[in-house]
């Protein structure tokens, strides 16, 4: 996971392997930029396990409940296929939260 800061925006790049290790430090860097509006960059996902889609759907809720912008951008086929095989739909991760 790699934070780019943008005077801006700010953009979180997504480790290749989202499994139970990357949870934490996922959680971690979520909560360090709460309160910023954020792009989500997933290119580099190979692969994405249920606790990492935990925190990216809680992430979602959080900054809705804020009021703030949330957007995902480049999902790559991997991601999109992990996102069907726990049951996610993909539209759920391409509509661009805006806060009003």
Do not use: H
Not at 9 to 22: M, S, T
Not at 45 to 58: D, F, M, N, W
Not at 71 to 81: D, G, K, M, Q, R
């Amino acid at each position: 996971m790699t934070a780019v800061t943008d005077p801006s925006q700010r953009i979180l790049e997504l480790a290749p392997v989202l499994d139970f290790r990357a949870a934490t430090p996922l959680a971690e860097g979520l909560l360090a930029m709460r309160g910023t509006a954020l792009t989500i960059d997933s290119s580099r996902v190979e692969r994405i396990g249920g606790q990492c889609l935990q925190v990216l759907l809680s992430a979602k809720k959080t900054w809705s409940a804020d009021d703030t912008a949330l957007s995902f951008t480049n999902l790559t086929p991997t991601f999109i296929e992990g996102l069907r095989l726990l049951g996610i739909a993909e539209a759920d991760f391409t509509r661009e939260e805006m806060s009003e």
